[in-house]
Protein backbone atom coordinates (compact mmCIF):
# COMPACT_ATOMS: atom_id res chain seq x y z
CA UNK A 1 0.00 0.00 0.00
CA UNK A 2 1.19 3.83 -0.93
CA UNK A 3 0.43 6.44 1.65
CA UNK A 4 2.36 9.16 1.92
CA UNK A 5 4.25 10.54 5.33
CA UNK A 6 3.07 13.95 6.75
CA UNK A 7 4.91 16.50 7.77
CA UNK A 8 2.35 17.18 10.50
CA UNK A 9 4.12 14.43 12.93
CA UNK A 10 3.21 16.51 16.52
CA UNK A 11 0.69 19.70 17.36
CA UNK A 12 2.43 22.42 17.11
CA UNK A 13 1.99 25.57 19.03
CA UNK A 14 0.05 28.83 17.03
CA UNK A 15 0.97 32.35 17.36
CA UNK A 16 -0.13 35.85 16.32
CA UNK A 17 2.69 35.60 13.85
CA UNK A 18 5.24 32.93 11.67
CA UNK A 19 8.07 34.90 12.51
CA UNK A 20 11.23 32.84 12.90
CA UNK A 21 15.36 33.33 13.70
CA UNK A 22 15.66 34.09 10.22
CA UNK A 23 13.76 37.19 10.21
CA UNK A 24 16.98 38.08 12.51
CA UNK A 25 19.09 36.55 9.54
CA UNK A 26 17.12 39.21 6.94
CA UNK A 27 17.41 42.19 9.32
CA UNK A 28 21.27 41.73 9.51
CA UNK A 29 21.09 41.24 5.67
CA UNK A 30 19.11 44.65 5.17
CA UNK A 31 21.61 46.37 6.90
CA UNK A 32 24.80 46.15 3.93
CA UNK A 33 21.42 46.75 1.57
CA UNK A 34 20.56 50.13 3.02
CA UNK A 35 24.51 51.54 2.86
CA UNK A 36 24.30 50.19 -0.94
CA UNK A 37 20.63 51.59 -1.98
CA UNK A 38 21.60 54.92 0.17
CA UNK A 39 25.01 55.13 -1.98
CA UNK A 40 22.63 54.25 -4.99
CA UNK A 41 21.04 57.05 -4.58
CA UNK A 42 24.02 58.95 -4.35
CA UNK A 43 25.21 57.80 -7.46
CA UNK A 44 22.26 58.49 -9.22
CA UNK A 45 22.06 62.25 -8.35
CA UNK A 46 25.21 62.59 -9.36
CA UNK A 47 25.25 60.68 -13.28
CA UNK A 48 21.74 63.10 -13.65
CA UNK A 49 24.03 65.97 -13.25
CA UNK A 50 27.05 65.37 -14.77
CA UNK A 51 24.57 64.21 -17.69
CA UNK A 52 22.50 67.38 -17.20
CA UNK A 53 26.09 69.51 -17.54
CA UNK A 54 27.02 67.23 -20.51
CA UNK A 55 23.98 67.95 -22.48
CA UNK A 56 23.47 71.25 -21.64
CA UNK A 57 26.55 73.40 -20.87
CA UNK A 58 28.99 70.84 -22.59
CA UNK A 59 31.26 70.06 -18.98
CA UNK A 60 32.12 67.60 -17.31
CA UNK A 61 31.01 68.70 -13.68
CA UNK A 62 28.76 66.80 -11.18
CA UNK A 63 27.71 70.07 -9.65
CA UNK A 64 23.72 70.38 -9.51
CA UNK A 65 22.69 72.95 -12.03
CA UNK A 66 19.30 73.80 -13.88
CA UNK A 67 18.04 73.63 -17.43
CA UNK A 68 16.48 76.45 -17.32
CA UNK A 69 19.64 78.56 -17.81
CA UNK A 70 20.60 76.93 -20.67
CA UNK A 71 19.60 79.06 -23.87
CA UNK A 72 20.39 77.21 -26.54
CA UNK A 73 17.80 78.16 -29.28
CA UNK A 74 16.68 75.27 -31.68
CA UNK A 75 19.29 72.68 -30.10
CA UNK A 76 16.88 72.45 -27.23
CA UNK A 77 14.91 70.34 -29.09
CA UNK A 78 17.65 67.71 -30.21
CA UNK A 79 18.96 67.51 -27.17
CA UNK A 80 16.13 65.70 -25.32
CA UNK A 81 15.80 63.75 -29.18
CA UNK A 82 19.78 62.17 -28.80
CA UNK A 83 19.02 61.32 -25.10
CA UNK A 84 16.20 59.28 -26.13
CA UNK A 85 17.87 57.62 -28.87
CA UNK A 86 20.55 57.13 -26.31
CA UNK A 87 17.99 55.17 -24.27
CA UNK A 88 16.78 53.26 -27.37
CA UNK A 89 20.28 51.72 -28.49
CA UNK A 90 20.88 50.28 -24.33
CA UNK A 91 17.42 48.71 -24.44
CA UNK A 92 17.84 47.11 -27.58
CA UNK A 93 21.30 46.14 -26.94
CA UNK A 94 22.06 46.07 -23.25
CA UNK A 95 18.36 45.43 -21.41
CA UNK A 96 14.91 46.24 -22.29
CA UNK A 97 14.00 45.91 -18.70
CA UNK A 98 15.60 49.48 -18.43
CA UNK A 99 12.37 50.80 -20.10
CA UNK A 100 9.72 52.56 -18.54
CA UNK A 101 8.43 53.58 -14.70
CA UNK A 102 10.83 51.31 -12.59
CA UNK A 103 7.70 50.79 -10.12
CA UNK A 104 6.08 48.33 -12.47
CA UNK A 105 8.92 46.24 -13.00
CA UNK A 106 9.83 45.99 -9.46
CA UNK A 107 6.32 44.86 -8.96
CA UNK A 108 6.57 42.28 -11.74
CA UNK A 109 9.97 41.09 -10.86
CA UNK A 110 8.11 40.34 -6.92
CA UNK A 111 4.91 38.75 -8.26
CA UNK A 112 6.05 37.11 -11.07
CA UNK A 113 9.85 36.53 -11.32
CA UNK A 114 10.34 35.29 -8.19
CA UNK A 115 12.11 38.67 -7.15
CA UNK A 116 15.37 38.19 -9.47
CA UNK A 117 16.80 40.92 -10.82
CA UNK A 118 20.31 41.09 -12.50
CA UNK A 119 23.24 42.88 -12.19
CA UNK A 120 22.95 44.27 -15.78
CA UNK A 121 20.01 45.73 -14.57
CA UNK A 122 21.28 47.48 -12.06
CA UNK A 123 23.72 49.26 -13.52
CA UNK A 124 22.16 50.27 -16.76
CA UNK A 125 18.67 51.61 -14.95
CA UNK A 126 20.68 54.01 -13.42
CA UNK A 127 22.86 55.27 -16.31
CA UNK A 128 19.61 55.07 -18.66
CA UNK A 129 18.33 56.73 -16.41
CA UNK A 130 20.93 59.73 -15.83
CA UNK A 131 20.89 60.30 -19.39
CA UNK A 132 17.01 60.09 -20.06
CA UNK A 133 16.94 62.73 -17.32
CA UNK A 134 20.15 64.59 -18.15
CA UNK A 135 19.18 64.94 -21.56
CA UNK A 136 16.14 66.82 -20.43
CA UNK A 137 13.29 64.01 -19.78
CA UNK A 138 10.66 64.95 -17.51
CA UNK A 139 10.94 62.65 -15.22
CA UNK A 140 11.81 62.18 -11.60
CA UNK A 141 14.81 59.62 -9.85
CA UNK A 142 12.62 58.23 -7.81
CA UNK A 143 11.58 55.28 -9.88
CA UNK A 144 14.93 54.24 -11.13
CA UNK A 145 16.28 54.25 -7.96
CA UNK A 146 13.13 52.07 -6.58
CA UNK A 147 14.53 49.61 -9.46
CA UNK A 148 18.00 50.02 -8.76
CA UNK A 149 18.02 49.61 -4.69
CA UNK A 150 15.43 46.94 -5.26
CA UNK A 151 18.25 45.00 -7.92
CA UNK A 152 20.53 45.56 -5.03
CA UNK A 153 18.79 43.77 -2.61
CA UNK A 154 17.79 41.18 -4.97
CA UNK A 155 21.39 40.47 -6.11
CA UNK A 156 22.26 40.26 -2.60
CA UNK A 157 19.79 37.55 -1.60
CA UNK A 158 20.83 35.34 -4.83
CA UNK A 159 24.40 35.55 -3.47
CA UNK A 160 23.60 34.22 -0.43
CA UNK A 161 21.02 31.27 -1.95
CA UNK A 162 17.83 32.64 -0.02
CA UNK A 163 14.33 31.78 -0.61
CA UNK A 164 11.84 33.80 -3.05
CA UNK A 165 9.80 35.25 0.32
CA UNK A 166 13.54 36.33 1.44
CA UNK A 167 14.98 37.36 -2.08
CA UNK A 168 11.64 40.04 -2.06
CA UNK A 169 11.73 40.99 1.51
CA UNK A 170 15.54 42.10 0.67
CA UNK A 171 14.64 43.13 -2.87
CA UNK A 172 12.28 45.81 -1.25
CA UNK A 173 14.04 46.87 1.47
CA UNK A 174 16.38 47.78 -1.32
CA UNK A 175 13.45 49.97 -2.90
CA UNK A 176 12.11 51.43 0.32
CA UNK A 177 15.76 52.52 1.36
CA UNK A 178 16.76 54.10 -2.41
CA UNK A 179 13.64 56.10 -1.74
CA UNK A 180 14.83 57.15 1.11
CA UNK A 181 18.34 58.31 0.06
CA UNK A 182 16.84 60.42 -2.81
CA UNK A 183 13.55 62.48 -0.63
CA UNK A 184 14.88 62.13 2.79
CA UNK A 185 11.47 60.27 3.63
CA UNK A 186 11.95 57.12 5.73
CA UNK A 187 8.20 56.73 6.93
CA UNK A 188 6.52 57.46 3.30
CA UNK A 189 9.33 54.73 2.01
CA UNK A 190 7.49 52.16 4.72
CA UNK A 191 4.76 53.07 3.91
CA UNK A 192 5.27 52.78 -0.02
CA UNK A 193 6.64 49.21 0.84
CA UNK A 194 3.81 47.93 2.54
CA UNK A 195 0.91 49.61 -0.16
CA UNK A 196 2.60 48.60 -3.04
CA UNK A 197 5.46 46.44 -3.29
CA UNK A 198 5.26 43.98 -0.47
CA UNK A 199 1.79 42.02 -0.94
CA UNK A 200 1.96 40.94 3.17
CA UNK A 201 2.28 42.11 5.94
CA UNK A 202 4.51 40.21 8.05
CA UNK A 203 7.58 40.47 10.69
CA UNK A 204 10.02 38.55 8.51
CA UNK A 205 9.32 41.48 5.63
CA UNK A 206 8.85 44.32 7.86
CA UNK A 207 11.86 44.50 10.28
CA UNK A 208 14.43 44.01 7.21
CA UNK A 209 12.78 46.68 5.28
CA UNK A 210 12.40 49.16 8.09
CA UNK A 211 16.17 48.09 9.19
CA UNK A 212 17.41 49.33 5.55
CA UNK A 213 15.38 52.57 5.61
CA UNK A 214 16.63 53.50 8.70
CA UNK A 215 20.30 52.48 7.37
CA UNK A 216 19.80 54.64 4.71
CA UNK A 217 18.76 57.55 6.14
CA UNK A 218 21.23 57.31 8.73
CA UNK A 219 23.69 57.76 5.75
CA UNK A 220 22.11 60.30 3.56
CA UNK A 221 23.61 63.58 5.79
CA UNK A 222 26.78 61.98 4.90
CA UNK A 223 25.88 61.46 1.48
CA UNK A 224 23.15 63.88 0.32
CA UNK A 225 22.51 66.33 3.15
CA UNK A 226 20.11 66.41 5.86
CA UNK A 227 16.80 68.31 6.60
CA UNK A 228 13.49 68.15 4.62
CA UNK A 229 14.21 68.36 0.39
CA UNK A 230 11.31 70.84 -0.56
CA UNK A 231 10.94 72.87 3.09
CA UNK A 232 8.57 76.00 2.97
CA UNK A 233 7.26 78.31 5.64
CA UNK A 234 5.38 77.49 7.87
CA UNK A 235 1.19 77.70 7.68
CA UNK A 236 -1.59 78.55 9.73
CA UNK A 237 -4.81 77.65 8.62
CA UNK A 238 -7.87 76.91 10.54
CA UNK A 239 -8.48 73.10 10.95
CA UNK A 240 -12.10 73.10 9.01
CA UNK A 241 -10.60 75.17 6.29
CA UNK A 242 -7.18 73.07 6.06
CA UNK A 243 -9.73 70.21 5.81
CA UNK A 244 -12.18 70.86 3.60
CA UNK A 245 -10.00 72.48 1.03
CA UNK A 246 -7.69 69.77 1.33
CA UNK A 247 -10.19 67.33 0.68
CA UNK A 248 -11.61 69.21 -2.13
CA UNK A 249 -7.85 69.26 -3.71
CA UNK A 250 -7.42 65.89 -2.71
CA UNK A 251 -10.73 64.68 -5.01
CA UNK A 252 -9.88 67.21 -7.83
CA UNK A 253 -6.60 65.53 -7.91
CA UNK A 254 -7.58 62.17 -8.04
CA UNK A 255 -9.49 63.08 -11.18
CA UNK A 256 -6.22 64.39 -12.41
CA UNK A 257 -4.61 60.93 -11.76
CA UNK A 258 -6.71 59.26 -13.23
CA UNK A 259 -6.85 61.52 -16.51
CA UNK A 260 -3.32 61.53 -16.32
CA UNK A 261 -3.04 57.56 -15.90
CA UNK A 262 -6.10 57.21 -19.03
CA UNK A 263 -4.16 59.37 -21.56
CA UNK A 264 -0.59 57.60 -20.57
CA UNK A 265 -1.84 54.46 -21.75
CA UNK A 266 -3.65 55.89 -24.90
CA UNK A 267 -0.60 57.84 -25.83
CA UNK A 268 1.49 54.19 -25.67
CA UNK A 269 -0.73 52.54 -27.55
CA UNK A 270 -0.30 55.37 -30.43
CA UNK A 271 3.55 54.60 -30.41
CA UNK A 272 2.56 50.78 -30.47
CA UNK A 273 1.14 51.61 -34.07
CA UNK A 274 4.39 53.78 -35.26
CA UNK A 275 5.73 51.57 -38.26
CA UNK A 276 9.36 51.73 -37.00
CA UNK A 277 11.25 49.68 -34.33
CA UNK A 278 10.42 50.70 -30.82
CA UNK A 279 14.26 51.38 -30.16
CA UNK A 280 13.63 54.71 -32.25
CA UNK A 281 9.96 55.89 -30.26
CA UNK A 282 12.24 57.60 -27.38
CA UNK A 283 13.75 59.74 -29.50
CA UNK A 284 10.67 60.48 -31.34
CA UNK A 285 9.36 61.27 -27.96
CA UNK A 286 12.33 63.54 -27.27
CA UNK A 287 11.62 65.54 -29.96
CA UNK A 288 7.84 66.75 -27.98
CA UNK A 289 10.12 67.06 -24.51
CA UNK A 290 12.37 69.70 -26.74
CA UNK A 291 9.37 71.15 -28.05
CA UNK A 292 8.28 71.64 -25.34
CA UNK A 293 10.98 72.72 -23.93
CA UNK A 294 10.95 75.83 -26.34
CA UNK A 295 7.33 76.69 -24.88
CA UNK A 296 8.76 76.75 -21.01
CA UNK A 297 11.93 75.63 -20.43
CA UNK A 298 10.28 74.48 -16.89
CA UNK A 299 9.26 71.38 -18.35
CA UNK A 300 12.05 69.50 -18.52
CA UNK A 301 14.10 67.48 -16.09
CA UNK A 302 13.65 66.08 -13.17
CA UNK A 303 11.70 69.62 -11.91
CA UNK A 304 12.63 69.73 -8.26
CA UNK A 305 13.27 73.43 -8.34
CA UNK A 306 9.55 73.67 -9.34
CA UNK A 307 8.63 71.70 -6.60
CA UNK A 308 10.01 74.23 -4.48
CA UNK A 309 8.84 77.10 -6.03
CA UNK A 310 5.07 75.83 -6.13
CA UNK A 311 5.09 75.12 -2.11
CA UNK A 312 7.08 78.71 -1.79
CA UNK A 313 4.45 80.06 -3.78
CA UNK A 314 6.78 82.19 -6.14
CA UNK A 315 5.93 80.49 -9.34
CA UNK A 316 3.33 83.04 -11.43
CA UNK A 317 0.08 82.04 -12.07
CA UNK A 318 0.80 81.35 -16.49
CA UNK A 319 4.03 79.33 -15.64
CA UNK A 320 1.49 77.26 -12.96
CA UNK A 321 -0.69 76.94 -15.91
CA UNK A 322 2.24 76.02 -18.22
CA UNK A 323 3.64 73.47 -16.15
CA UNK A 324 -0.23 71.87 -15.67
CA UNK A 325 -0.64 71.40 -19.51
CA UNK A 326 3.10 71.23 -21.29
CA UNK A 327 4.62 68.93 -18.55
CA UNK A 328 1.60 66.78 -18.77
CA UNK A 329 1.81 66.65 -22.44
CA UNK A 330 5.89 66.31 -22.47
CA UNK A 331 5.80 63.64 -19.49
CA UNK A 332 2.95 61.34 -21.02
CA UNK A 333 4.77 61.29 -24.41
CA UNK A 334 7.80 61.02 -23.12
CA UNK A 335 7.02 58.22 -20.89
CA UNK A 336 4.65 56.25 -23.20
CA UNK A 337 7.45 56.03 -25.81
CA UNK A 338 9.22 53.93 -23.78
CA UNK A 339 12.22 55.91 -22.10
CA UNK A 340 13.38 55.31 -18.71
CA UNK A 341 12.59 58.03 -15.52
CA UNK A 342 10.28 57.99 -13.15
CA UNK A 343 6.95 59.05 -12.60
CA UNK A 344 6.72 60.13 -8.56
CA UNK A 345 8.90 63.56 -9.42
CA UNK A 346 6.01 64.55 -12.32
CA UNK A 347 3.37 63.76 -10.36
CA UNK A 348 4.17 66.12 -7.99
CA UNK A 349 4.72 69.10 -10.12
CA UNK A 350 1.35 68.55 -11.75
CA UNK A 351 -0.48 67.87 -8.47
CA UNK A 352 1.16 70.88 -7.14
CA UNK A 353 0.47 72.99 -10.05
CA UNK A 354 -3.38 72.10 -9.79
CA UNK A 355 -3.41 72.80 -5.96
CA UNK A 356 -2.10 76.41 -6.89
CA UNK A 357 -4.02 76.78 -9.45
CA UNK A 358 -6.97 76.27 -6.93
CA UNK A 359 -5.10 78.08 -4.28
CA UNK A 360 -6.42 81.34 -5.93
CA UNK A 361 -9.82 80.61 -4.59
CA UNK A 362 -9.27 79.03 -1.48
CA UNK A 363 -7.80 80.98 1.99
CA UNK A 364 -4.03 80.55 2.77
CA UNK A 365 -0.64 80.40 0.89
CA UNK A 366 -0.42 78.91 -2.25
CA UNK A 367 2.25 76.59 -0.99
CA UNK A 368 -0.29 74.86 1.52
CA UNK A 369 -2.69 73.68 -1.22
CA UNK A 370 0.41 72.67 -3.44
CA UNK A 371 1.28 70.75 -0.92
CA UNK A 372 -2.37 68.61 -0.87
CA UNK A 373 -2.32 68.56 -4.37
CA UNK A 374 1.03 66.70 -4.00
CA UNK A 375 -0.51 64.32 -1.37
CA UNK A 376 -3.33 63.80 -3.63
CA UNK A 377 -2.12 62.93 -6.91
CA UNK A 378 0.63 60.65 -5.63
CA UNK A 379 -2.54 59.10 -3.47
CA UNK A 380 -4.85 58.46 -6.60
CA UNK A 381 -2.12 57.28 -8.95
CA UNK A 382 -0.35 54.99 -7.22
CA UNK A 383 -2.94 53.70 -4.76
CA UNK A 384 -1.25 54.66 -1.89
CA UNK A 385 -3.26 56.85 0.70
CA UNK A 386 -0.73 56.53 3.47
CA UNK A 387 2.21 57.07 1.40
CA UNK A 388 0.70 60.62 0.20
CA UNK A 389 0.03 61.81 3.17
CA UNK A 390 3.03 61.33 5.20
CA UNK A 391 4.82 62.39 1.73
CA UNK A 392 3.92 65.29 1.46
CA UNK A 393 5.00 66.20 5.12
CA UNK A 394 8.18 64.70 4.89
CA UNK A 395 9.43 66.41 2.14
CA UNK A 396 8.22 69.63 3.72
CA UNK A 397 8.64 69.14 7.06
CA UNK A 398 5.28 70.09 7.91
CA UNK A 399 3.92 67.07 10.04
CA UNK A 400 1.69 69.51 12.11
CA UNK A 401 -0.55 69.15 8.96
CA UNK A 402 -0.87 65.58 8.90
CA UNK A 403 -4.35 65.33 9.26
CA UNK A 404 -5.06 67.79 6.06
CA UNK A 405 -2.71 65.68 3.61
CA UNK A 406 -4.31 62.47 4.84
CA UNK A 407 -7.82 64.31 3.80
CA UNK A 408 -6.37 65.34 0.87
CA UNK A 409 -4.86 61.84 -0.08
CA UNK A 410 -7.51 59.43 1.24
CA UNK A 411 -10.75 61.89 -1.26
CA UNK A 412 -8.26 61.08 -4.10
CA UNK A 413 -8.03 57.15 -3.31
CA UNK A 414 -11.21 57.62 -3.13
CA UNK A 415 -12.31 58.67 -6.89
CA UNK A 416 -9.38 56.83 -8.10
CA UNK A 417 -10.59 53.93 -6.61
CA UNK A 418 -14.33 54.52 -8.23
CA UNK A 419 -13.54 55.26 -11.70
CA UNK A 420 -10.54 53.63 -12.30
CA UNK A 421 -10.13 49.79 -12.13
CA UNK A 422 -6.26 49.54 -11.87
CA UNK A 423 -3.44 52.31 -10.71
CA UNK A 424 -1.03 53.95 -12.96
CA UNK A 425 1.21 51.09 -11.80
CA UNK A 426 -0.28 48.31 -12.20
CA UNK A 427 -2.03 49.04 -15.41
CA UNK A 428 1.29 48.24 -17.41
CA UNK A 429 1.70 45.03 -15.61
CA UNK A 430 -2.20 44.14 -16.81
CA UNK A 431 -1.40 44.64 -20.40
CA UNK A 432 0.62 41.86 -19.85
CA UNK A 433 -1.65 39.86 -19.53
CA UNK A 434 -1.03 40.17 -15.08
CA UNK A 435 -3.99 40.78 -12.91
CA UNK A 436 -3.20 42.17 -9.42
CA UNK A 437 -6.03 42.63 -6.38
CA UNK A 438 -4.03 44.82 -4.26
CA UNK A 439 -6.69 44.30 -1.40
CA UNK A 440 -5.52 42.33 1.51
CA UNK A 441 -7.81 40.53 3.77
CA UNK A 442 -6.94 37.26 6.50
CA UNK A 443 -7.41 34.69 4.62
CA UNK A 444 -10.07 32.36 6.07
CA UNK A 445 -7.53 29.17 5.54
CA UNK A 446 -5.25 31.00 8.07
CA UNK A 447 -6.84 31.57 10.79
CA UNK A 448 -10.17 28.87 11.02
CA UNK A 449 -9.28 25.72 12.64
CA UNK A 450 -9.43 22.15 11.45
CA UNK A 451 -12.19 22.19 14.61
CA UNK A 452 -14.24 24.59 12.82
CA UNK A 453 -14.87 23.20 9.33
CA UNK A 454 -14.27 19.30 9.44
CA UNK A 455 -16.80 16.42 9.42
CA UNK A 456 -17.43 15.46 13.18
CA UNK A 457 -17.20 11.35 13.75
CA UNK A 458 -16.46 10.51 10.10
CA UNK A 459 -17.26 7.03 8.90
CA UNK A 460 -14.07 4.83 9.31
CA UNK A 461 -13.21 1.32 9.10
CA UNK A 462 -12.05 -1.08 11.50
CA UNK A 463 -8.24 -2.48 11.52
CA UNK A 464 -9.29 -5.85 12.24
CA UNK A 465 -11.17 -5.84 8.51
CA UNK A 466 -9.91 -8.41 6.19
CA UNK A 467 -9.11 -7.08 2.85
CA UNK A 468 -11.73 -8.98 1.23
CA UNK A 469 -14.24 -7.24 3.04
CA UNK A 470 -12.47 -3.99 2.25
CA UNK A 471 -12.48 -4.35 -1.64
CA UNK A 472 -16.23 -5.83 -1.31
CA UNK A 473 -16.80 -2.68 0.56
CA UNK A 474 -15.31 -0.16 -2.05
CA UNK A 475 -17.24 -1.54 -4.58
CA UNK A 476 -20.74 -1.78 -3.42
CA UNK A 477 -21.62 0.44 -0.25
CA UNK A 478 -18.03 3.76 -0.54
CA UNK A 479 -19.12 6.91 -0.86
CA UNK A 480 -15.77 8.66 -0.85
CA UNK A 481 -12.70 7.59 -2.21
CA UNK A 482 -10.85 7.12 1.00
CA UNK A 483 -11.42 6.06 4.63
CA UNK A 484 -9.73 6.16 7.83
CA UNK A 485 -8.39 3.02 9.37
CA UNK A 486 -8.55 2.81 13.00
CA UNK A 487 -7.61 0.39 15.58
CA UNK A 488 -8.56 -0.02 19.56
CA UNK A 489 -10.38 3.45 20.70
CA UNK A 490 -10.31 4.58 17.59
CA UNK A 491 -6.73 4.93 17.15
CA UNK A 492 -5.83 6.08 13.31
CA UNK A 493 -4.19 3.25 12.16
CA UNK A 494 -3.67 5.09 8.05
CA UNK A 495 -5.82 5.80 5.01
CA UNK A 496 -7.39 3.61 2.98
CA UNK A 497 -8.34 4.13 -0.59
CA UNK A 498 -10.58 2.82 -3.69
CA UNK A 499 -6.92 3.23 -5.44
CA UNK A 500 -6.00 0.45 -3.08
CA UNK A 501 -9.03 -1.80 -2.93
CA UNK A 502 -8.84 -2.18 -6.35
CA UNK A 503 -5.00 -2.79 -6.57
CA UNK A 504 -5.71 -5.34 -4.04
CA UNK A 505 -8.75 -7.22 -5.94
CA UNK A 506 -6.63 -7.37 -9.11
CA UNK A 507 -3.54 -8.35 -7.31
CA UNK A 508 -5.62 -11.41 -5.54
CA UNK A 509 -3.86 -12.95 -2.83
CA UNK A 510 -3.57 -12.36 0.76
CA UNK A 511 -7.61 -11.44 0.91
CA UNK A 512 -8.20 -12.75 4.27
CA UNK A 513 -5.10 -10.87 6.41
CA UNK A 514 -6.70 -7.58 8.34
CA UNK A 515 -6.05 -4.60 7.18
CA UNK A 516 -4.45 -3.44 9.69
CA UNK A 517 -1.79 -5.68 8.94
CA UNK A 518 -0.81 -4.05 5.39
CA UNK A 519 -1.11 -0.41 6.83
CA UNK A 520 1.36 -1.06 10.75
CA UNK A 521 4.53 0.51 8.54
CA UNK A 522 2.65 3.27 6.71
CA UNK A 523 3.10 6.90 8.16
CA UNK A 524 -0.32 8.75 7.84
CA UNK A 525 -0.96 11.92 6.74
CA UNK A 526 -2.99 13.78 9.65
CA UNK A 527 -3.84 16.87 11.61
CA UNK A 528 -5.22 17.76 14.70
CA UNK A 529 -8.20 20.06 16.17
CA UNK A 530 -6.46 23.14 16.55
CA UNK A 531 -4.12 23.13 13.21
CA UNK A 532 -4.96 26.00 10.82
CA UNK A 533 -6.98 24.78 8.13
CA UNK A 534 -4.19 26.32 5.73
CA UNK A 535 -1.68 23.79 6.70
CA UNK A 536 -3.94 20.76 6.72
CA UNK A 537 -4.26 22.51 2.35
CA UNK A 538 -0.91 22.56 1.77
CA UNK A 539 -0.36 18.84 3.57
CA UNK A 540 -2.99 18.29 0.45
CA UNK A 541 -1.23 19.83 -2.10
CA UNK A 542 2.25 17.38 -0.52
CA UNK A 543 0.61 14.62 -0.20
CA UNK A 544 -2.22 14.23 -3.46
CA UNK A 545 -4.88 13.09 -0.58
CA UNK A 546 -7.85 15.03 -0.42
CA UNK A 547 -9.45 13.85 2.63
CA UNK A 548 -6.98 14.27 5.65
CA UNK A 549 -8.02 12.68 9.50
CA UNK A 550 -8.61 14.75 12.47
CA UNK A 551 -7.06 13.04 15.18
CA UNK A 552 -7.07 14.49 18.99
CA UNK A 553 -3.44 14.89 20.07
CA UNK A 554 -3.66 13.45 23.70
CA UNK A 555 -5.58 10.22 22.59
CA UNK A 556 -4.95 9.52 18.95
CA UNK A 557 -8.24 9.28 18.55
CA UNK A 558 -9.95 10.00 15.09
CA UNK A 559 -12.66 13.07 15.67
CA UNK A 560 -13.28 14.26 12.22
CA UNK A 561 -12.01 14.71 8.75
CA UNK A 562 -11.61 17.71 6.75
CA UNK A 563 -11.83 17.65 2.55
CA UNK A 564 -11.40 19.59 -0.18
CA UNK A 565 -14.59 20.61 -0.11
CA UNK A 566 -14.64 21.52 3.34
CA UNK A 567 -11.83 23.81 2.57
CA UNK A 568 -13.96 25.43 -0.42
CA UNK A 569 -16.77 25.93 2.31
CA UNK A 570 -14.57 28.11 4.27
CA UNK A 571 -14.11 30.42 1.45
CA UNK A 572 -18.03 30.47 0.55
CA UNK A 573 -18.42 31.62 3.97
CA UNK A 574 -15.98 34.29 3.87
CA UNK A 575 -17.61 35.55 0.86
CA UNK A 576 -20.86 35.28 2.14
CA UNK A 577 -20.04 37.63 5.01
CA UNK A 578 -18.80 40.25 2.36
CA UNK A 579 -21.89 40.34 0.47
CA UNK A 580 -25.09 38.70 1.74
CA UNK A 581 -27.09 41.77 3.69
CA UNK A 582 -29.82 41.02 5.99
CA UNK A 583 -31.41 42.88 8.56
CA UNK A 584 -30.23 42.48 12.40
CA UNK A 585 -30.49 43.56 15.27
CA UNK A 586 -28.47 43.03 19.34
CA UNK A 587 -28.99 39.37 20.47
CA UNK A 588 -28.48 37.89 23.86
Known amino acids: MSLHSTSADKARPLGDHSADLRMIMLTAAAIPVGIGAALGAWLLIRLIAIATNLFWFGRLSASPTDITSAHLGLLMVAIPAIGGLLIGLMARFGSEKIKGHGIPEAIEAILYGESRLSLKVALLKPLSSAISIGSGGPFGAEGPIIMTGGAIGSLFAQRFRLSAAERKTLLVAGAAAGMTGIFGTPLAAILLAIEVLLFEWKPRSFVPVVTAVLVSFACRPMLLGSGSLFPFPAVALDWWQAASGSLVTGI ?58 LLDGSMTLRVVLALLVVKAIVWLIAL ?56 AVEVTGHFTDLPAMTAASVGAYAVSVLIMRRSILTEKIARRGRHILQEYTVDPLDFLQADQVMTRDPETLPGDMPIRDVVAFFADHATHRSYPVVGKGDRLLGLVSRSDALRWQVEGGQLDIPLADILSDASQPMAYRHSPIGEVADLMVETGIGRVPIVDPASGKVVGILSRHDLLKARGERRRAEFERERGGATG
Open 336 to 391: GSGTSGGVLAPLLILGGALGVALGQFLPGPAGFWAMAGMAGIMSGAMRAPLTGAFF
Open 252 to 309: LAGLEAALLSVALYKVEDLFHRLPVHWFWWPALGGIVVGLGGLIDAHVLGTGYSNIQA
